[in-house]
């Protein structure tokens, strides 16, 4: 068996995330409590209790990290390993996280910054998001290239493919690719024109904060969005980390490769099901473990682990 842990982005989030690890864990509870104490929230009301602050980019990013690393803690603690790690964009630093390749500190610090940078970066409606539903891949790589300002921003798994950009330059790319036979175009509900060239500043900025991070030699590769491939050069990870802002998100891509490599298990750790929903739609043969609740551990561990 080879296994991959698979980390969710922004989107997955949802009140109440976390707070039975939070409960019934000592390390899921030190990990919120460091994330309180690193960056000056509260990150048990932010998770736990109703609130608008957790669908926005700046708070949701270190949310997101804080709950699935504390899940990862408590699987990892249960004796399950990963032979290799991958996350849909923000979910990448869980990945390294989970790699050995970032601490927790310098990955839920890195990306509160890069939560407000990637907020800032675009005045909130001018850039927007859509997803494309029941068309190949490369009639909507085509059809954003004959247009200026919009691009593929997420590959997610056959069938469902995001584009990003300028607001105006999305709704027209939506009207052209409904003609060429998409099944439906569904503007996104998020602050900005996220993984298009609207943000290559945003990323340059995120740069100068990793410049402050120590990264660490990793015995576990992870798999990264920019190019789907696996990373075991430390000297790689800040520029890709800098290009993924900006670039499109190879999810399916990503997966395909891991299961070319011999991946037959994947363990999603995060709220809801998204990555595994995406994983199954990819290839219906591998294994899929999703791990959002604190009975999902059990589980987990006795079919992996048999005692």
């Known amino acids: 068996m080879s296994t991959a842990f698979i980390f969710p982005g922004q989107g997955a989030q949802t009140v109440g995330m976390g707070k039975d690890f939070y409960e019934n864990s000592s390390l899921s509870k030190e990990i919120y409590d460091r994330a309180t104490e690193l960056l000056g929230i509260d990150m048990k009301a932010l998770c736990f209790e109703e609130n608008d602050n957790i669908n926005i980019t700046e708070y949701t990013q270190a949310a997101l990290v804080t709950t699935s690393v504390a899940m990862l803690k408590v699987i990892l603690d249960r004796g399950i390993k990963p032979d290799v790690c991958a996350g849909l964009s923000l979910g990448e630093y869980c990945a390294l996280v989970a790699s050995n390749a970032m601490s927790f500190d310098d990955a839920v610090k890195t990306v509160r910054q890069r939560g407000i940078l990637m907020q800032e970066a675009v005045p909130l409606g001018v850039g927007a998001m859509c997803a494309v539903i029941g068309l190949d891949g490369q009639v909507i790589a085509d059809v954003c290239d004959g247009i200026d300002g919009v691009s593929v ?39 900005g024109p996220f993984h298009s060239a609207m943000l290559e500043e945003a990323g340059e900025k995120l740069y100068e904060v990793l410049k402050n991070v120590e990264l660490k030699e990793f015995n576990i590769p992870y798999v990264t969005n920019v190019t789907a491939e696996y990373v075991t050069d430390t000297k790689e990870i800040k520029e890709l980390l800098k290009k993924q802002v900006s670039s499109s998100v190879k999810w399916q891509q990503s997966v395909e490769n891991m299961i070319a490599n011999g991946v037959d298990t994947f363990i999603e750790i995060g709220p809801n099901k998204t990555l595994s929903s995406f994983v199954k739609k990819i290839n219906k043969e591998v294994k899929i473990y999703n791990i959002e609740k604190w009975e999902d551990v059990d589980r987990l561990v006795s079919e992996l682990n048999p005692q």
């Open 153 to 191: 921003a997420n590959y997610n798994c056959p069938g469902q493919i995001v584009i990003s950009g300028r607001k105006e330059a999305v709704e027209q790319a939506a009207g052209e690719l409904k003609e060429a036979g998409a099944r439906r175009c569904v503007m996104l509900n998020v602050s």
